[in-house]
């Protein structure tokens, strides 16, 4: 379903793929928060970012974490509502910190089992190495890709299909949400300067409720 303003007579917008972002109010302090407590995890716990498995961050009993899950939460419940799911929708979260350092990337992935996923941004490097690369280098950045293969092999100019990948340059406090299948890869840090911030997925209780009905 989509917005009933984006509609017109005769026309249909079809396999539309939602992304959400947006920033969260007042979030310094409760940055400067989550920033102390995943260092501090990760100094007890050198693979924090990789082993994202092994404990949930979002089950935390610390205040910074308990106003992160609710900034979370909220942000699924507008992503439904956009969306005209104007049911009873009932899903747990599963987080992990990622700590960056120079040169730490993550590869081209999605992830399966979850509804949607998403990423909080902690703290963002403010400069950049000064490095002899190419011109093209997005350091830091995340790219979100076309889920639908090769769609764009024949979009010419002002064909909305033209780009088939969409690129966020995060800030401090910056929340993203979309859909779990959907393909994306986070550019290397090229600053000394840590990135921190914290994935996450939404994954649905399920329910009969949630069948679509039949024609």
Not at 87 to 94: A, E, F, G, S, T
Not at 141 to 163: C, F, H, S, W
Not at 181 to 201: A, G, M, Y
Request: proline residues 7%.
């Amino acid at each position: 379903m989509i917005d009933k303003q984006d509609e017109k007579p005769g026309f249909k917008r079809l396999w539309p793929t939602v992304i959400l972002q947006r920033t969260v109010p007042g979030h310094d302090e409760a940055n400067r928060a989550l920033g102390r407590l995943i260092l501090d995890l990760e100094r007890q716990h050198r693979d924090l970012t990789t082993d994202y498995r092994e404990d949930n961050l979002l089950t935390m009993e610390n205040p910074a974490v308990a106003w992160l899950r609710e900034c979370i939460n909220i942000t699924v419940r507008d992503y439904f509502a956009h969306l005209g799911m104007d049911y009873d929708i009932n899903w747990i979260l599963h987080g992990w910190a990622n700590v960056n350092r120079f040169g730490d990337y993550h590869d081209y992935h999605n992830h399966p089992h979850a509804y949607l996923s998403g990423t909080y941004y902690v703290q963002v490097p403010s400069r950049m190495e000064k490095l002899k690369t190419r011109n093209d280098v997005r350091p830091g950045q995340i790219t979100l890709y076309d889920p639908r293969g090769a769609v764009n092999m024949n979009a010419i100019k002002g064909d909305p299909y033209v780009e088939p990948e969409y690129t966020i340059e995060p800030k401090p406090g910056m929340i993203l949400l979309w859909p779990a299948f959907v393909n994306h890869f986070v550019h290397p840090n090229l600053s000394k300067q840590l990135r921190v911030s914290v994935s996450f997925n939404v994954m649905l209780k399920w329910s009969e409720a949630y069948l679509p009905d039949q024609a």
